[in-house]
């Protein structure tokens, strides 16, 4: 089976960085996703990583080591309207496409 | 393009009724999927389709069908509603290959939801 682990519950303050772990167990791996999940809306893409190493897409960068079945998801410049569930999902290899999620990271942003 | 569409955005249903969630894109992806998120368990796949005429179950499928006539379209069926089903919806959609991997073309984009409360 997959298990995927991350923080409940994360607070910042506006201006800081701050740093979403997350850790996977799955029966193989064909890449990690961050969706960034306001309350009440859609869940929207941030990041998709499937090589080991970083990706920087403006205030935000992704990490992976697969190795270690570890990702991170870095927020810089915090702002309030970063104030949201933050999901990491895995998709396994030789699956079609499915995504395992995990609870998601619920991140509060403070003036 | 409208992206992925959902229908309806809020429903109740009497346990013991039937309905159709309907889910639409315009994008020609081949995968979609359907998935429910209920409070502190995250988003869980219900079923899912590689193409038209090919579906298959994901992690909690039972009480729930669905079908893929045309590529746009992927319907979900409550067969008998039970309070167990009282959630929120979301369908998703992607192409159905990874194209590169550094590539965002590997996303999938989801649809606004559907809150439905099984009385």
């Known amino acids: 089976g997959q298990n995927i682990d991350q923080p409940t519950e994360m607070t910042a303050t506006e201006g800081a960085i701050v740093q979403i772990n997350c850790t996977y167990q799955?029966?193989?791996?064909?890449?990690l996703f961050w969706y960034q999940q306001h309350a009440g809306e859609a869940p929207t893409f941030l990041s998709y990583n499937v090589l080991d190493g970083l990706e920087e897409k403006g205030r935000f960068s992704s990490f992976l080591s697969r190795s270690k079945g570890y990702s991170y998801l870095l927020l810089k410049e915090l702002q309030m309207k970063d104030s949201a569930s933050y999901l990491c999902a895995v998709q396994v290899s030789g699956s079609a496409r499915q995504l395992t999620f995990g609870s998601g990271t619920q991140l509060t942003v403070l003036p | 393009n409208a992206g992925v569409t959902q229908t309806p955005k809020f429903q109740v249903l009497k346990t013991g009724q039937s309905m159709t969630l309907q889910c639409a894109q315009d994008m020609n992806h081949e995968y979609m999927s359907w998935y429910r998120q209920d409070p502190g368990m995250g988003l869980r796949l219900i079923h899912y389709?590689?193409?038209?005429?090919?579906?298959d179950q994901g992690e909690v499928p039972n009480g729930y069908n669905v079908s893929r006539s045309t590529t746009e379209d992927f319907p979900l069926r409550l067969l008998s509603a039970a309070p167990s089903q009282t959630s929120v919806y979301f369908c998703a959609s992607s192409y159905g290959r990874q194209r590169t991997a550094k590539s965002s073309y590997n996303e999938q984009f989801f649809g606004p939801g559907t809150r439905l409360t099984v009385l």
């Open positions: 799955t029966s193989g791996f064909n890449g």
């Open positions: 389709s590689v193409g038209a005429g090919i579906t």
